[in-house]
Structure formats: C-alpha cells, structure tokens
C-alpha cells in the first residue's frame, strides 16, 4: 500500500511481516537455504532466484495460512517484504509457477525421499534433538486431477500411482496420495516422508519402509525405538524387525489377543472409573514379547451406548429370524434339524433352550377334521425357548474399552509398563501433523499441479513446512521454560507452551512501514512480542527491526 503527503514530496509503502519473519528466521537457524543450494545447484547462472529461495518462498507460503494455491505464490508475495524474508535482489515476480515448477523438477531428479531425509537429519541435529524414540504412520491426501489414475501402475518406475484407495477422510470417491512418516517423539518433527500410491495399504508399506529406511535412521539420529498402530503388527513385519525395539498396538482380530482380554479384562474393570493394566508374556509371529492390557476408563465411557445400541439391533435381528424360524413347516424331521442349525450357527445375542420337534398333522380341507380323518400329510415344526446371553455384551464392551500394547523389548528397567503406555500415547504428535497437512488453511489441502513428479516434489515441500513448524514450536517452548518467561494464551494467561499457530496469530497486524524506499519501520509490536523475540535470538530480532 502506497501513500504521499500533501506535497507529494515524501513515499510510504506498506509491507505486511506478521509471523513470516519467525517462519523465515526458523528456515535460516536450520540453514535450509544453503543445504538445497548445495544440492541442487541452479541451471541456469544468469537466474537470481536459486532453488533453495524458491523452496524458502513455498514454505513462507505453505505457513502463510492465507488459501492460496503453489501458483498464486507471486500473488501471496505481492504485499510482504520479499527481500527481508528472500534476500536482496528477490521480487515477488520471480516468484512465479515456472521457477518454482524448475526447483519441484529439480527435487524430483534428486530423489524426494532423499532430498527430505537429508534436510531433516540436519535439522534434527542442529535442534539437539533426541531421535531414539520415532513413530510411524501414513496419512491420505486428495488430489485434484485425473492424472495416471486409469493407467496400470508401472513396477519400479518410481512414479506414484494417483487412484482412490482407502481414504483417512471418508472420500472413497476422490483420487489420493498416500504420505507415510516417520517422526522423532519430542518435537514431532518428520524425519523421513515417503510419497506413496494412492491405493497403498499401511500394512506393506511399513514393511517397505522398515526394510529400506530404519537401518539409516540408526545410524544417522540413533534411532533405538519404532512405534506404531495395529497395521504394523502382522508376522510378516514383525519378523523384518528383530534389529530395532518397537512399540505397537495389537490388532483385535488376532485370537490370543482376544482371549487374552477375555481372561484379564475382569479384574482390570474391577474399578470402572479408574484406568489399569496387566503385563503379560506373550509369543507371536516366533517372537517372544512383553504385551502391556489396558483397560481405559474414557474409552469404556465412549462405548456404552454404541455397544448398547449394537447389541439391541442384533438382538432383534435374531428374535425376528428365530419367529420366522418357528413359524416354518418342514417336511420331515431332516429337514428341520437342518434349518435349526443353520439358524443357531449365525445366532450371537440369543441362544434356544426346551428345543422340541413336533409332527403336526395337515388337511386339504380347512375347518375342524371329523373325528378319525387321516391327515393328508405330516409336518414338521419346532417349538423353543428363547434366551438372551447378557456374557456376549460384556464382552464386546470388555474388547472395546480394552487395548493391547506390545513390545519386543522384555527389559522393564529399560522400558517400563508406565514409559511404553506413555511412548505409545505419543503417537498422537504423528496424528497432529496430519492434522496441520490438511487443515483447509493450508496451501496444499488438496494439490493440483501439471505432473505426478511435481506433486510427489511437493510432498516433500508440504512435508518441510511441518518441519519447520514444529522446529518453531518446538525453540518457542524451549526458550520460554529455560527462561522462566510466558506469553499470553488465548484467554490472556501466560503459558509456556504455547502452539506455533497461536504464537502466528498473536503476531497478527505487523507491518513494515518503508519511507522514501530508504527508511524502515516495525509498526504494531508489543513488549512481549520483542521479548519473544530476543529470547529466540539475534537473527529473529534483526529481521523485525
């Protein structure tokens, strides 16, 4: 925004900074710029904007939360102080889908898995952060276009595959991607991401990614522990995973883990509002385990009512096929028995008892037989008692207010009952990435580009945004508890953890105000912003000032 005194004499621009200035002074604390510069050197020498700017424009972007698509990137840049957040030189039309189009060419022709995993190792370095502990999951992502949907998908070309799959957001209808992470546990930073097809299941693809990338991440961070939900518990993973501990929830449909809760899931429900659990030995897929029964007040809560209502729908189900059953006439004996048990083998709520068979006598002619008449023939029927079986619903309560954890690491003083329920619960910080990937804000809830090359590049931009958020909130928290120091919530309490995006929003409304293209001033900053600031250090207080 442009404005002159009266006398015209005297220029005023308005640049909006806000939260960009952290996002950028995060993106230069990590030196991402430099790293993908080195990486991907630029093509072409007379080009001033390098692929390592053209990454750091689409994360200011990515973080800008302001809707707008890859390709309105000059549009988003046309009101921020380019060369404060760029570097000298840089204009907003550079910034165009063209160069940037080269650099996800150029990260494609790289490897995307490769180019991630570099940057993050780094930055998980630079940070001092303790990667022993990871968690992997994978997460759905729609995708505007046809694109090789109809095709075959190639073997080994390394081209994903853009079809529906099995959609995390309920839209069997919409071609997807699949991102699989894996996640250091104390910043939730992503320290590898794979793009995958669209109809990839979570089951192979953690095989592949256990065979192709743990062995890596233990050498690089000092990867010690994977944790990870029910899909990576089958035989086949477990026994490519003798070389690293891990943590895992089990699958329900496994038969010894549903007796296993059939004979602990009483005494641990003794006290229905207070959580407890039961370790046991355990031997699966030939490995010996340590599973961890955990009975959850909060999820029996949650279950009530729908196995409530579950149990009542099947109980009427059955008692109208058990009527129906009685009401039928069978030509012999045979053929009664026959029908008895086909019935009683699909019965679950309701069980028969005082089961007579009957031969009843039938007449051509209605009315009441004379006295002697023989019967024109003999039918079949069956008469019963019905019952309800109130064990089956305490059952199905007892599965669904009851989990299994398993482990391979048997030494509880390495690894405690209380540390691997807690180590498990963390998963949660995998959850919320996918969370912020698909918030609506963000610039890539759904992707539209030319190819599947770029979208598999930008994955990995999408990917490195939640990097550097999370490295941000991460610092933000760090400094604020070593300092004894808060900022205010929400609710204008001081905390010291407070989330990057609430620190975002209370940057809100500050400006650069530029006179006569010379002179510069920081409008709409409060104490505790600055106080924010100098805590996070030099290169952030420079770039607000």
């Given amino acids: 925004m442009a404005a002159h005194t009266d006398d015209d004499s005297t220029q005023y621009d308005s640049k909006v900074l806000e939260h960009l200035g952290m996002v950028a002074s995060m993106i230069d604390e990590l030196a991402l710029v430099e790293t993908i510069d080195a990486m991907l050197p630029k093509d072409e020498e007379k080009r001033t904007l390098s692929h390592g700017q053209a990454v750091k424009a689409m994360l200011l972007n990515g973080l800008g939360f302001s809707r707008r698509a890859l390709y309105l990137t000059p549009l988003f840049f046309k009101d921020k102080p380019v060369e404060r957040l760029l570097g000298t030189g840089i204009t907003a039309d550079m910034l165009n889908d063209d160069a940037l189009g080269r650099t996800l060419d150029a990260i494609y022709k790289y490897g995307v898995e490769r180019f991630y995993s570099q940057l993050s190792v780094m930055s998980a370095t630079k940070l001092k952060l303790h990667c022993t502990t990871t968690h992997l999951d994978s997460t759905s992502i729609h995708v505007d276009g046809v694109y090789n949907s109809h095709q075959s998908p190639e073997e080994d070309s390394g081209i994903i595959h853009i079809t529906q799959g099995y959609s995390r957001d309920h839209r069997p209808d919409l071609n997807q991607v699949v991102a699989q992470f894996i996640c250091e546990n104390q910043a939730g930073l992503p320290l590898l991401m794979a793009p995958l097809s669209g109809h990839s299941d979570d089951k192979s693809g953690f095989r592949a990614t256990i065979k192709e990338h743990i062995a890596q991440l233990k050498t690089e961070v000092g990867l010690e522990y994977i944790v990870a939900d029910s899909a990576f518990y089958t035989a086949e993973t477990l026994k490519e995973s003798n070389h690293f501990f891990w943590v895992s929830r089990v699958q329900e449909i496994i038969s010894l883990a549903r007796q296993a809760i059939v004979d602990y899931a009483p005494s641990l429900m003794q006290q229905p509002d207070e959580m407890a659990m039961q ?11 340590r599973w961890l029964i955990v009975y959850s007040p ?74 002697g008449a023989k019967p024109d023939r003999m039918v079949t029927q069956i008469s019963a008692t019905l019952h309800s079986d109130p064990a089956i619903y305490t059952q199905k309560l007892q599965r669904k207010s009851c989990f299994i954890l398993a482990t391979n690491q048997l030494d509880t003083d390495a690894l405690s009952n209380d540390k691997l329920l807690q180590t498990y619960k963390e998963q949660q910080k995998v959850e919320r990435g996918f969370r912020f990937l698909k918030d609506p804000m963000f610039m890539a809830s759904t992707l539209f580009l030319k190819s599947v090359t770029r979208i598999m590049a930008l994955m990995s931009i999408m990917t490195l945004c939640l990097l550097v958020y999370a490295a941000l909130e991460y610092r933000i928290r760090k400094v604020l508890k070593e300092n004894e120091e808060t900022v205010p919530n929400q609710l204008g309490v001081g905390v010291t953890n407070p989330t990057a995006r609430w620190v975002f929003q209370y940057f809100t409304g500050i400006h650069i105000l530029v006179i006569n293209k010379a002179q510069t001033i920081v409008l709409h900053m409060n104490d505790t912003q600055r106080k924010l600031l100098r805590l996070l250090g030099e290169r952030y207080l420079e770039i607000y000032s």
């Avoid at 370790?279 to 385990?289: G, K, L, P, R, V």
């Avoid at 009527?323 to 083998?345: G, V």
């Fill in 279 to 289: 370790a046991i030995a355990a031997h699966y897929a030939d490995i010996e385990q």
């Fill in 298 to 371: 909060q999820a029996r809560n949650r279950s009530i009512k729908t196995v409530t209502k579950q149990c009542n729908n099947l109980s009427t189900k059955e008692v109208k096929t058990i009527k129906e059953l009685l009401k039928q006439e069978f030509a012999c004996e045979a053929d009664a028995r026959a029908a008895l048990a086909k019935c009683q083998k699909r019965l679950v709520m309701t069980h028969l008892s005082d089961i007579l068979l009957t031969e009843v006598p039938r007449y051509k002619k209605s009315g009441r037989p004379p006295e």
